[in-house]
């Protein structure tokens, strides 16, 4: 069982930035891909970026060139480094790990871009 556990959400102004964090119990390159998704109300839940196992990024065409995946093996830590934040960036932010075809998510993280 993996355990996912993120922080860093939080009010902000448009144009400031946040760095999420998402922790997990396991060995991060145990999971085929660990990602952001970011679900609003009435909204299914999207990706905003995954990074495979090895290294590889998708982003959103909405944050490319904004939000920043990184990832750091040896504190089984992934990071979410958000930039130019804009208002359609709230919402609330699930760490995601995959192996093979099951999903492991954290509880979630608000965050709110006021305009």
């Known amino acids: 069982q993996v355990h996912l556990a993120e922080s860093g959400g939080g009010l902000v102004q448009a144009g400031g930035s946040l760095r999420l964090s998402c922790i997990s119990s396991?060995?991060?390159?145990?999971?085929?891909?660990m990602g952001w998704y970011r679900q609003t109300p009435g909204k299914e839940r999207e990706l905003v970026a995954r990074i495979n196992v090895g290294g590889k990024t998708d982003y959103a065409d909405s944050v490319k060139g904004r939000f920043t995946l990184s990832r750091d093996g040896a504190e089984k830590m992934v990071y979410l480094q958000m930039n130019s934040l804009k208002p359609e960036d709230s919402g609330v932010y699930y760490c995601?790990?995959?192996?093979?075809?099951?999903?492991?998510w954290g509880q979630g993280t608000q965050v709110t871009v006021s305009s």
């Open positions: 995601n790990g995959r192996i093979l075809h099951k999903d492991y």
């Open positions: 396991e060995n991060i390159f145990m999971m085929n891909s």
